[in-house]
T-cell receptor, first 108, second 116 residues
Framework: DAKTTQPPSMDCAEGRAANLPCNHS???????VYWYRQIHSQGPQYIIH???NNETNEMASLIITEDRKSSTLILPHATLRDTAVYYC?????????FGAGTRLTVKP | EPEVTQTPSHQVTQMGQEVILRCVPI?????FYWYRQILGQKVEFLVS????????KSEIFDDQFSVERPDGSNFTLKIRSTKLEDSAMYFC??????????????FGPGTRLTVL
């Protein structure tokens, strides 16, 4: 079973930052936090991952709290094409267990 | 940009028939995975594969399922005798590293299997 807790749904206005929270209070020291998203029934798309430090790439930023018990995925300028289900996954040894995720709806 | 490809995109079969779903992982990747997603449900791990052997499998991956890397590029999932409940999207994924490491898995677009 997934080791993360995410809100089932969120809305965001187009052009605004989307901040998606994730709780992973039972994370162990060497487990990574991964974020994927799934648009309609397409294959999950990798977004970003991190261990302890905050990370940024061309798609998003990942903020991990100091105690590593929670994290936030930030889409800095959400577009309509960012409407998707976003999955936060705690992973060790490539053991990816998907939960229900957060359904993000970006509205015009 | 390299990507995982899957064929066919949609497979319709009769209950009890055998199906083979095909995947071409990213070329320098060594670890391969199959997942499934029943309509409206979570993405579920089925099996991981490395060096021509199953590394890990879930309780879903019973004797009706098998995986194979028949040549240097393809990775296949076979369902021997399909049941109605096998209807789902099946996703293939690959990664450079695998068990014992943490490495990003890249997913294919999926094959929609419909069992009638």
């Amino acid at each position: 079973d997934a080791k993360t807790t995410q809100p089932p749904s969120m809305d965001c206005a187009e052009g605004r930052a989307a901040n998606l929270p994730c709780n992973h209070s039972t994370i162990s020291g060497n487990e990574y936090v991964y974020w994927y998203r799934q648009i309609h029934s397409q294959g999950p798309q990798y977004i970003i991952h991190g261990l302890k430090n905050n990370e940024t790439n061309e798609m998003a930023s990942l903020i991990i709290t100091e105690d590593r018990k929670s994290s936030t995925l930030i889409l800095p300028h959400a577009t309509l094409r960012d409407t998707a289900v976003y999955y936060c996954i705690v992973s060790l040894n490539n053991d990816m267990r998907f939960g229900a995720g957060t359904r993000l709806t970006v509205k015009p | 940009e390299p990507e995982v490809t899957q064929t066919p995109s949609h497979q319709v079969t009769q209950m009890g028939q055998e199906v083979i779903l095909r995947c071409v992982p990213i070329s320098n990747h060594l670890y391969f995975y199959w997942y499934r997603q029943i309509l409206g449900q979570k993405v579920e791990f089925l099996v991981s594969f490395y060096n021509n052997e199953i590394s890990e499998k879930s309780e879903i991956f019973d004797d009706q399922f098998s995986v194979e890397r028949p040549d240097g590029s393809n990775f296949t999932l076979k369902i021997r005798s399909t049941k109605l409940e096998d209807s789902a999207m099946y996703f293939c994924a690959s990664s450079e590293a695998g068990l014992g490491f943490t490495d990003t898995q890249y997913f294919g677009p999926g094959t929609r299997l419909t069992v009638l």
